[in-house]
């Protein structure tokens, strides 16, 4: 990970001033309030990891509050802090609900009101995750914000163990590599909350929860030719018979999901001009079809016209297209 601030290269008199505004500019404004000012020591280091903005941050005692003012300052509503406590102790508040993690636990907080504090220091790990992402697969946030994912819940060990290494050997990774390693992370991260949700939720609700998880994976799997209902049962938990009467319940058909999504997503990328190099072919496979032929029956059933025809008039919008 690089520096990007470090207390150690300034006066101690301005060092807290100049973490206070290091912090605002690189997280989001906050109220930020040292337990002893002249004496604070504080190390800022980040990395971006495919879409997933990473920043550690090394402390001493310090308290952290996100206001109804600070919120309407920034304008990252479309993301979550998700906090790995890599050393320490940290006190978190959110949602009338509060809790302590210690090393090796993980906490999410949303753009909302938030406290979080320290009285000693600490160091922890702060991931910035699409909130799309987590609520498509786990509902409301409101649901696991300020709750604890203990170091007793292997999962959770998973996923701590996983972003320590990744910021360790990111700076090697290809492009796409990075992007498959950030979303293997999230999928890490889900499993852990949805595992730490299911202690307390109601027998209804985990079916829920586990639907809400199968349809994460196939956003996140979709170009796997291989993904199929017992690939997927398996991936969440389950097995294949009990996926299958979920998914009737939400009146979901799990193969029919898996192809439609991969439908949907290959449409978009024929009416993108960034994927106008790639041959129909090469897109399709990279949707996960295996056979050009059976992709392009599929995308005529869907869409009325074949790939090829479609991404005609799209990209050169002579036609509507419906």
Not at 194 to 203: C, G, V
Not at 241 to 255: C, K, T, V
């Amino acid at each position: 990970m690089r520096t990007l601030f470090s207390t150690a290269d300034e006066e101690p008199k301005n060092s807290f001033r100049r973490w206070r505004e290091t912090v605002f500019e690189r997280i989001v404004p906050v109220e930020l309030t040292a337990a002893n000012p002249e004496a604070f020591q504080g190390t800022m280091e980040a990395a971006e990891i495919g879409p997933l903005s990473i920043t550690r941050l090394t402390q001493s005692a310090i308290q952290t509050e996100a206001t109804a003012e600070t919120i309407r300052r920034h304008g990252k509503h479309d993301t979550l802090n998700v906090a790995l406590v890599l050393s320490g102790e940290v006190a978190s508040s959110q949602d009338d609900r509060t809790a302590i993690q210690r090393a090796g636990e993980i906490v999410v907080l949303d753009r909302r009101p938030a406290i979080m504090a320290t009285r000693a220091d600490s160091q922890t790990l702060f991931v910035e995750v699409s909130r799309e992402r987590l609520e498509r697969a786990l509902g409301s946030t409101r649901r696991y914000t300020a709750l604890t994912l203990e170091t007793d819940q292997a999962s959770t060990s998973l996923v701590t163990t996983f972003f320590n290494q990744l910021v360790r050997t990111y700076a090697g990774l290809p492009l796409d590599t990075a992007n498959q390693m950030a979303a293997i992370g999230i999928d890490l991260l889900i499993a852990g909350i949805a595992e730490r949700l299911a202690r307390e939720t109601p027998k209804p609700l985990q079916g829920t929860l586990i639907v809400r998880r199968a349809m994460a994976y196939i956003e996140a799997h979709f170009g796997d030719p291989n993904l199929d209902p017992s690939t997927l049962a398996a991936a969440v938990g389950v097995s294949l018979r009990y996926l299958q009467q979920l998914f009737r319940g939400h009146e979901r058909n799990i193969a029919d999901q898996i192809w439609r999504r991969r439908l949907e997503i290959a449409a978009q990328r024929l009416a993108d001009p960034g994927y106008a190099h790639l041959t129909v072919g090469t897109l399709a496979y990279g949707c996960g079809f295996g056979d050009q032929a059976h992709f392009n029956r599929r995308f005529k059933d869907r869409y009325g016209l074949h790939p090829g025809e479609y991404r005609w008039r799209v990209l050169n919008a002579t036609h509507p297209v419906r």
